[in-house]
């Protein structure tokens, strides 16, 4: 499996999740990667980006609620989500960064915050 994300539910606004993703060595190892997302009838949104070296940056909308990590000896990475609204209600997924270089999309993996 080249990217697959897990992590994913139905949580109460306020709360928090924290999202994994596996990638395949060749997309981890090569580029930056990105947690992006996808919300019904919204086009697709990059969330959080980091750098192979760990240096991170966030979309406004996010910041100072997300984090977002990789373990680089896992090809994993992972994206805390604290303070959850409504509106961060969308499917998510991981890719390379900046989205000229993403792979297959894979199915992500849904957050659902009630109000």
């Known amino acids: 499996v080249q990217l697959q994300a897990s992590g994913g539910g139905l949580v109460q606004a306020g709360g928090s999740l924290t999202l994994s993703c596996a990638a395949s060595?060749?997309?981890?190892?090569?580029?930056?990667m990105g947690w992006y997302r996808q919300a019904p009838g919204k086009q697709r949104e990059l969330v959080a980006m980091?750098?192979?070296?760990?240096?991170?940056d966030y979309t406004d909308s996010v910041k100072g609620r997300f984090t977002i990590s990789r373990d680089n000896a896992k090809n994993a990475v992972y994206l805390q989500m604290n303070s959850l609204k409504s509106e961060d209600t969308a499917v998510y997924y991981c890719?390379?960064?900046?989205?000229?270089?993403?792979?297959?999309w894979g199915k992500g993996t849904l957050v659902t915050v009630s109000s």
């Open positions: 890719n390379a960064y900046p989205l000229y270089l993403a792979e297959s």
């Open positions: 060595a060749r997309i981890f190892t090569s580029n930056p």
């Open positions: 980091i750098t192979r070296t760990g240096s991170a």
